[in-house]
């Protein structure tokens, strides 16, 4: 991989931290400019992405849910109203109407999950132009034609092999940032809530990352039983990779090294947005 797509893909996802559910645009945009709009609807949140013509970010807002799980939505009406919400409150932010979407299905999830990703979409009166496969949306955004994606979200561990721009191989295995809720909660007693609260707390990292290690040592397995499989880079996404030690402790078990862009669970959503064209 070239050092420098990395990079630019890095730095905006630094300017969408900066911008991500803060009321205000990126930059402004005109009424009849083409935009495009992603929407990932996650295990813990449904984020939307608003790019220009050009796949620069404009705009994105999340919310957390519980509308969707392991990659598939269980509560249509949650997941559209929490879209619509999110709709809403853009338009009115960017001044003007959003038109189209591109939405995202783990792989391997089938056609009728793509159609429900669809229909929620559609739903909120946009028209949704594609339903991408979530992984395929992540290597797009980093610019990745070779490599492995490894998205590591609330509750699934996928894995994607990609050899020239395509996708050879999948795995898809129930883990996630909820595991490390479940194992944190039963180490300290304490209730999910509590517990993934702690598990996001900066100035508890070291002793929480002690108690889930060998959960992320569990996920690295998964990938190391891939063997010959694998292909560089190895790069981590999905937001259950927020720890600081978390590729060191990948690294060690592959053997390899492992990239981690910042802020890793916006690649995927800003991935899909790519994909409204
Ligand atoms: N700062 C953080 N530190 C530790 N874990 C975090 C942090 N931020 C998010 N997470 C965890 O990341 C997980 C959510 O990641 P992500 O947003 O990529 O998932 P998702 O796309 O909603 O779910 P999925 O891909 O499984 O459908 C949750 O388990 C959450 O607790
Ligand atoms: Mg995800």
Not at 56 to 79: L, M, R, T
Not at 246 to 263: A, D, E, G
């Amino acid at each position: 991989m070239k050092k420098e797509f990395l990079k630019s893909s890095n730095e905006q996802l630094k300017k969408f931290a900066e911008i991500v559910n803060r009321d205000k645009p990126l930059r402004q945009v005109t009424v009849d400019e083409k935009l495009k709009v992603g929407v990932d609807l996650g295990t813990s949140s449904i984020v939307l992405t608003v790019l220009d013509s050009k796949n620069k970010i404009v705009y994105g807002a999340y919310e957390y849910d519980h509308a969707v799980q392991d990659g598939i939505v269980v509560n249509f009406i949650e997941s559209v109203n929490i879209l619509r919400r999110l709709k809403e409150k853009a338009e009115k932010v960017l001044g003007r109407e959003l038109k189209t979407a591109c939405g995202a299905i783990p792989p391997k999830t089938g056609k009728r999950s793509a159609k429900v990703v669809a229909n929620v979409i559609e739903e909120t009166g946009l028209l949704c132009t594609g339903v991408e496969d979530e992984p395929t949306a992540a290597a797009k955004f980093l610019r990745l034609s070779n490599g492995t994606v490894v998205d590591i979200g609330g509750g699934t561990t996928g894995i994607s092999v990609f050899k020239d721009n395509k996708l050879i191989h999948v795995i898809d295995e129930a883990t996630g940032g909820f595991h490390m809720t479940l194992v944190l909660g039963g180490r300290y007693k304490i209730k999910n809530d509590e517990a993934e609260e702690l598990k996001r707390n900066k100035n508890k990292e070291s002793e929480v990352y002690a108690v889930i290690r060998p959960v992320v040592e569990k996920m690295a397995t998964i990938v190391q039983n891939m063997g010959a499989e694998i292909i560089d880079p190895v790069i981590v996404v999905g937001g259950a990779t927020n720890f600081t030690e978390f590729t060191t402790t990948f690294s060690k078990k592959l053997k390899r090294r492992v990239y981690k862009p910042p802020y890793p669970q916006f690649v995927t959503p800003l991935g899909i947005a790519i994909f409204d064209d």
